[in-house]
């Protein structure tokens, strides 16, 4: 005989479309396929918030790896962010086998470059500045990796990935990311103002394409 109490499960079953004997909460596979959207938001709002901890630091000017800066406050707050940040790459489904492969690369990658960090908030670049430490070349290695990785997902996405309008949406976020990729290099190596500005900029085409990759996967149901 089905009491009350069974009932109300059924129903909260059928509400949230999850197993009659699973308790209610955010289920670990709806976690996973909206990783595309809560690790660059965390990441995003990580960089705000450690900006705040670090005197004199500039959006426009600095890029987000000196705020996890060995050393520095706020080193607390955005090397998390971009623990999270690989984490969600690396668990983020994709369609295409090539690409899904891609992200989790850029993923560890991401996660190397958040343990073993710049050495001084303006990040010294390896191999030419003299102040430069192996801690700088490990975190240089393993930045430019992850945007090279990330420039290369929406073009593989473009020749392989559906829906259609996804295919369309990578093509056009590809031009974005490998423009983004050049200006963000040009920038870092002049040491311009802009350069985080450039970053930014980089990261805007990257996470929108993160966003799409989400939308795509839950849009299949």
């Given amino acids: 005989m089905t009491t009350s109490k069974d009932a109300w499960w059924q129903y909260a079953a059928a509400v949230v479309a999850i197993e009659p004997s699973r308790p209610i909460g955010v289920s670990v596979g709806l976690v996973r396929r909206t990783a595309g959207i809560w690790g660059p938001a965390m990441f995003c709002g990580a960089a705000v918030l450690a900006a705040r901890r670090q005197p004199g630091y500039s959006h426009r000017s600095h890029h987000i790896s000196g705020l996890a800066a060995r050393g520095e406050r706020s080193a607390t707050v955005m090397v998390p962010g971009f623990l999270v940040l690989g984490l969600s790459s690396a668990v983020m489904p994709v369609t295409s086998v090539t690409v899904r492969r891609l992200a989790r690369m850029a993923g560890f990658a991401t996660i ?40 290369a997902m929406p073009i593989v996405a473009f020749r392989q990935c559906q829906p259609g309008w996804f295919r369309s949406l990578s093509g056009a976020l590809s031009l974005w990311t490998v423009t983004g990729f050049v200006s963000a290099g040009a920038t870092r190596t002049d040491e311009s103002a802009h350069s985080g500005l450039a970053q930014r900029a980089f990261l805007g085409g990257v996470f929108a394409w993160y966003g799409a990759t989400t939308i795509a996967d839950l849009a299949q149901g």
Avoid: K, M
Wanted: hydrophobic share 50%; net charge negative; aromatic share 8%.
């Fill in 112 to 151: 190397v470059a958040g343990l073993v960090p710049a050495s001084a908030p303006r990040c010294p670049q390896p191999f030419v500045d003299p102040e430069a430490t192996a801690s700088d070349v490990g975190h240089g290695v393993a930045s430019v990796a992850t945007f090279a990785l990330w420039t």
